[in-house]
T-cell receptor, first 113, second 113 residues
């Protein structure tokens, strides 16, 4: 089954404790991205990657890091989480080609205490 | 600065009637528009899209209308069904910007029996 998977789905952590949210897709898509969803703000892009070893900032990259060492994986790293990073996070992927739709993962709900 | 706005946070429609969800944008460079549907505990899923060279696109019960002069698009669902109850996000992008999607804040549609 073609899908985007994220782990963990739910996470409670404390301020300053490094964490990684994994994202993997099995569709051989070149493009991957991370979004966060917050009430009243919709989905905002954090980082995106056009292909392996190619990443760039989205609208809200502060406090986040990403890496793209393999085509299928695009982990999101919070080196020192803070309470304002409490949010619902979505990973997405799509094939190359401008107007292809993006496929979203099921989401990771993060609470930073 | 919210470049894509969905001014109605929620909408309730009777089964069988038409649902109209609205979206306004401010960036005149946007030339591709999409609607995504999101159920609780799932990621957004692509519904329908429209290029700025068109003013209407239809797919079964779903039709998207684009009014470029008014910077307004709408999604019509006819007839509405209970399974359409979800949050709907409109999104926009500019050709050549790595398909970066700018999302609206979402409208929660409830279709009642």
């Amino acid at each position: 089954e073609a899908q985007v998977t994220q782990n963990p789905r739910y996470l409670i952590t404390v301020t300053g404790k490094k964490l990684t949210v994994t994202c993997s897709q099995n569709m051989n898509h070149e493009y991957m991205s991370w979004y966060r969803q917050d009430p009243g703000l919709g989905l905002r892009q954090i980082y995106y990657s056009m292909n392996v070893e190619v990443t760039d900032k989205g609208d809200v990259p502060e406090g986040y890091k990403v890496s793209r060492k393999e085509k299928r994986n695009f982990p999101l790293i919070l080196e020192s989480p803070s309470p304002n990073q409490t949010s619902l996070y979505f990973c997405a992927s799509r094939p190359s080609g401008y107007q292809e739709t993006q496929y979203f993962g099921p989401g990771t709900r993060l609470l930073v205490l | 600065d919210q470049q894509v706005k969905q001014n109605s946070p929620s909408l309730s429609v009777q089964e069988g009637r038409i649902s109209i969800l609205n979206c306004d944008y401010t960036n005149s460079m946007f030339d591709y528009f999409l609607w995504y549907k999101k159920y609780p505990a799932e990621g957004p899923t692509f519904l329908i899209s429209i290029s700025s060279i068109k003013d209407k696109n239809e797919d079964g019960r779903f039709t998207v209308f684009l009014n470029k002069s008014a910077k307004h698009l709408s999604l019509h669902i006819v007839p509405s069904q209970p399974g359409d109850s979800a949050v709907y996000f409109c999104a926009a992008s500019v050709t050549g910007t790595a398909s970066k999607l700018t999302f609206g804040t979402g409208t929660r549609l409830q279709v009642t029996l």
